[in-house]
């Protein structure tokens, strides 16, 4: 990679995790003060209603990364005429999609919503007050798709810490509000976040507008775009069918099979596991638009080596994070909420667990997604995905307790893993030996290395905010010092060195 390549990245991840640090922060608080304001019932119906609706974005999310890869392409391959085309027809077709939802929604949605889901009669009619607002709020959503993904591609990562800090601001307000008024809670908040997704949207488009020349849409419609367009999309959707399966389905059927209070504790999981997330996601979304511009340029042999080496970041940003959430399960969610629903504890167990093997497919589905055939690689892993929700059904036919669907959930992501590499073999010429050597072994034994003190100190101390960050601090010094030894090569630490070495003189003698 190119040093300048190098420097873009390494700010635009920095700026991604000032705005992570931010919202992760006010999302964890506000979590534990709506949990509180609305309760563990309300909060588990607003979960689930949102479920219902997001049931339907599997029309969105393949557009919205087809959107995102042909942008990229374009931005790579300079031609400008070509990327105004994409994008006005990007939200021709995402105009589409939000009419297309909307109609699912209020006649297969509404029907599922008041038939079918365990939701207690006397709240019923706040969960259709949710569900309507659910709708306008995801639709706003799609519509914003093609600004967020230009901002992308441009690689202007520091709008987002910018519009960050308003959005958080806005969220902890909206937050007091819910006490202050007698209108009923449930609905004030779907009320409140839809306004919230509304202004957030309108601030991306100005910004969009003002930045960059393609995004000021003028009504234009090419039948071979589209084509080129939806075919890509029409594979992605397949893969995005069975994400929102493996996801939102699974809370459905957590809901038919024990109600709204384990969907509490789910999504209370789920927001843990996406806060810890952004550790990786971050990253990945500062070093996609360049995978994807190395392969458009035909330059594979930088890309193969920017892949393997954000696979293996990736694995290292969350680990440093993941572990002593791991392991201080109980304590951390015993300080951050004033009450722990049932099944809590293992639901972010598992989660966080299956969210660092998750990590190192992140650059692999990008490398597959840039090169734009993707038929066989969404089958034969969109096809893996799906598993999901049959095998988790039958199991909890059995009888099997509700943790059982995520044990299943984290063996499934150890299975695509593997087929993600088989597939890029042949897609990109990916060497399966070369990933193990430079990616799965190391993290294996960072992995292993690291734990051995905090393992150690975690069974001879008593349970305290003492012990708490004695393992914080302990299992990050171990973290650092096994990813700095033994996680990266030899050539990695040189970099690393003369980085370090050249920040503190420029420090200590600046002239």
Request: with cysteine; proline share 3%; hydrophobic share 55%.
């Amino acid at each position: 990679m190119s040093s300048e390549n190098n420097k873009r990245i390494a700010k635009n991840t920095l700026l991604l995790y000032f705005r992570m640090f931010l919202t992760m922060g006010v999302s964890l608080y506000t979590s534990r003060i709506i949990l509180n304001t609305l309760g563990v019932v309300d909060f588990g119906v607003y979960n689930v209603v949102g479920g219902v609706v997001m049931m339907f974005s599997f029309l969105n999310s393949s557009m919205s990364t087809a959107t995102q890869r042909f942008l990229s392409f374009e931005i790579g391959k300079q031609d400008h005429a070509q990327l105004k085309k994409v994008f006005s027809m990007s939200v021709n077709i995402h105009a589409i999609i939000g009419f297309v939802i909307f109609i699912l929604a209020e006649t297969v949605g509404l029907w599922f919503l008041n038939a079918k889901l365990n939701i207690p009669p006397e709240r019923m009619e706040a969960a259709n007050w949710v569900f309507q607002f659910s709708i306008l709020t995801f639709i706003i959503t799609i519509i914003g798709v093609p600004y967020n993904a230009a901002i992308v591609a441009h690689e202007r990562m520091n709008v987002y810490a910018y519009v960050s800090i308003i959005e958080v601001t806005l969220k902890l307000i909206i937050v007091f509000v819910l006490g202050w008024f007698g209108f009923d809670r449930l609905k004030l908040y779907a009320i409140l976040v839809f306004c919230l997704s509304v202004f957030v949207w309108a601030i991306y488009k100005i910004y969009c507008h003002r930045k960059f020349h393609e995004t000021k849409y003028t009504f234009f419609w090419d039948k071979s775009l589209y084509k080129t367009l939806m075919n890509y999309a029409s594979w992605n959707l397949f893969g995005a069918v069975a994400g929102i399966m493996s996801n939102q389905g699974i809370n459905i059927l957590l809901n038919l099979f024990f109600g709204p209070v384990v969907n509490a504790s789910r999504a209370i999981a789920y927001q843990v596991s996406a806060a810890v997330n952004k550790f990786v996601g971050n990253f990945v979304i500062a070093v996609n638009p360049q995978i994807i511009k190395y392969y458009a340029t035909g330059e594979n042999q930088k890309m193969m080596n920017l892949v393997f080496l954000s696979s293996k970041y990736s694995y290292y940003l969350l680990f440093v994070i993941a572990m002593p959430i791991i392991m201080e399960t109980d304590f951390i969610l015993t300080l951050w909420l004033n009450q722990i629903p049932e099944y809590l504890i293992i639901f972010t167990r598992l989660i966080v667990i299956t969210a660092l093997l998750d990590s190192l497919s992140f650059p692999l589905m990008t490398a597959a997604q840039a090169t734009g055939k993707i038929r066989k690689y969404q089958s034969v892993v969109g096809g893996m995905m799906l598993v999901n929700l049959p095998m988790s059904f039958c199991f909890l036919k059995l009888g099997f307790p509700p943790q059982s669907t995520m044990y299943i959930a984290l063996c499934i992501s150890f299975v695509c893993l593997f087929l993600r590499l088989w597939m890029l073999k042949n897609m990109v010429g990916l060497s399966i030996i070369d990933f193990f050597k430079v990616v799965v072994f190391r993290v294996m034994m960072v992995s292993f290395l690291a734990y051995i003190i905090p393992l150690f100190l975690y069974f001879q101390l008593h349970e305290n905010i003492l012990r708490f960050f004695i393992l914080l601090s302990t299992g990050f010094i171990t973290s650092i010092l096994s990813i700095y030894k033994f996680g990266i090569s030899a050539n990695e630490r040189s970099i690393i060195k003369k980085t370090l070495k050249k920040y503190v003189l420029k420090h200590n003698y600046p002239n």
